[in-house]
């Protein structure tokens, strides 16, 4: 059956893709090509009146994050930094009170994003990760496997972080820095529509996208199985 093909848009070469131009053409492997019923039954959740205006939003700002867009031919122009992106979309859809889930590594980043929601206007509720003072020994996690052996040590807490923003009823929650896995549990437990601000990657200074576009030479490890 060809929606048992994988879908591979990753590999895609072609220049002319029947997902972005009208008449294109898509590779053995396309999604678009292959999964027609899937992607008309997912199509159906935008009748959704609330999916529907979110997903309208969200195109919208899309487009206002580029400028002279009327100028032919189009050259892309963006022009907006991410936060003031989320700072607008929130706008848009009415939102008022804005979540904040924060990793306790980047608490000085929290607070400025906390801030500068304010100044434009939102009440902000904000959570860090080790909100709990659980120990790690309550999922499991042997003293040796802590970041400080033999002392310690509050486990990172998106359940209770997304648990909270519930209760308070946030309108829209913002990730900034959550590790992976935690942020996972975050998503899957916030009752709010979620967006990330922050990736957080502890040696690249939370732009994770320096690894990839480095991986032909300083990060060519990565592509060596077992790095």
């Known amino acids: 059956m060809k929606d048992q093909i994988c879908p591979e ?3 895609c070469s072609i220049k002319d893709r029947i997902c972005i131009s009208e008449g294109g053409k898509g590779p053995a492997s396309c999604p678009t090509v292959n999964y027609r019923t899937t992607i008309e039954k997912a199509i159906q959740e935008y009748e959704k009146p609330e999916i529907r205006e979110f997903a309208r939003m969200a195109s919208i700002q ?5 400028a002279n867009r009327h100028v032919r031919p189009y050259i892309f122009h963006p022009v907006k930094p991410r936060v003031q992106e989320v700072c607008e979309f929130a706008h848009k859809m009415g939102y008022q009170k804005l979540g904040v889930a924060f990793c306790g590594g980047l608490h000085e980043e929290g607070r400025i994003v906390s801030d500068i929601f304010e100044v434009q206007g939102f009440t902000v509720a ?10 790690k020994e309550n999922i499991g ?3 040796n496997e802590k970041i400080r052996i033999g002392e310690f040590e509050s486990m990172c807490n998106p359940i209770v972080q997304a648990t909270i923003l519930n209760e ?3 309108d829209f929650n913002v990730l900034v820095g959550l590790c992976v896995g935690h ?6 437990y916030s009752e709010a529509y979620t967006t990330v601000l922050v990736a957080k990657d502890r040696v690249l200074g939370h732009n994770p996208a320096a690894a990839l576009y480095t991986s032909k030479s300083y990060y060519a490890r990565l592509r060596r199985p077992g790095f």
């Not at 899309?62 to 580029?66: R, S, V």
């Not at 904000?126 to 120990?135: A, D, E, H, I, L």
């Open 62 to 66: 899309e487009g206002e994050c580029y």
């Open 183 to 188: 942020d996972s549990l975050f998503f899957k």
């Open 9 to 11: 848009c990753a590999h």
């Open 126 to 135: 904000s959570v860090m990760c080790k909100c709990g003072g659980v120990p």
């Open 168 to 170: 308070v009823r946030t």
């Open 141 to 143: 996690v042997d003293d």
